[in-house]
């Protein structure tokens, strides 16, 4: 009972302190960016990189995590892709997330070292997606969303501090733009680690796939993807 009243206040709170957009201005906000290569992310060493580096490639972006169920299986694809299509036009970009379950927990050393030792990757690693959101919820301590943005999850002195997100005002801008140009089966929330985005030659969305959808079965899309002209 005391979490559900807690959960039923931070609504509140939130609901009361950021009203809802209207529909125009989430309209708006979602289709201000044409393209992922009018984006810059930060790499795993804190460098900006704009994606229009990635102009005339096909991308792959993908949400990754160390300590997943899934992880073995879609770095091992993963690598296999990159292995066949890197010279071909291919490139994968992975953000690590700790937001599901905490199962990337590591600094960006720790996951650099990870992911190139233990799962031999050799695509581009960015930053951890967890920039600061104290000036919306400074009282509350919390960390900006990385991805789904359902919810904003961080420990406090009482445990686990709950904070809901419904409109997914916090969400990085990139993710927020894939998730604008390409729902899933229940709605444009990323529901875990490796959920992927395949985007063509002029950085448009062109699919999603799901965290269980093994990369190697949607090899023919991309092959797809580095034949057009």
């Known amino acids: 009972m005391p979490t559900i009243l807690f959960l039923v206040s931070a609504l509140f709170l939130y609901f009361y302190t950021y009203p809802p957009p209207s529909s125009s201005t989430k309209m708006a906000s979602e289709h201000s960016s044409k393209s992922i290569y009018d984006f810059t992310v930060k790499d795993i060493r804190g460098n900006d990189v704009s994606l229009s580096d990635y102009r005339g490639k096909v991308l792959l972006i993908v949400n990754v995590a160390s300590k997943c169920g899934l992880t073995q299986s879609n770095y091992k694809e993963l690598n296999a892709l990159y292995e066949n299509y890197k010279n071909k036009g291919l490139e994968i970009l992975a953000f690590p997330c700790n937001q599901f379950a905490?199962?990337?927990?590591?600094?960006?050393?720790?996951?650099?070292?990870?992911?190139?030792?233990?799962?031999?990757?050799?695509?581009?690693?960015?930053?951890?997606?967890?920039?600061?959101?104290?000036?919306?919820?400074?009282?509350?301590?919390?960390?900006?969303?990385?991805?789904?943005?359902l919810f904003v999850q961080q420990p406090s002195d009482s445990g686990n501090r709950v904070i809901i997100d419904v409109n997914g005002k916090n969400t990085a801008p990139l993710f927020k733009f894939l998730k604008s140009e390409k729902s899933g089966y229940f709605g444009d929330a990323i529901n875990w680690n490796f959920t992927k985005f395949l985007a063509d030659k002029e950085g448009k969305v062109v699919a999603r796939y799901a965290p269980t959808t093994s990369p190697l079965k949607f090899e023919k899309d991309i092959q797809n993807q580095l034949e057009s002209s």
């Open 102 to 149: 905490g199962q990337e927990p590591g600094n960006n050393e720790e996951i650099q070292e990870v992911v190139c030792t233990m799962f031999k990757a050799e695509f581009p690693i960015f930053d951890k997606a967890a920039p600061d959101i104290r000036k919306i919820l400074q009282k509350l301590s919390t960390k900006k969303c990385c991805f789904c943005c």
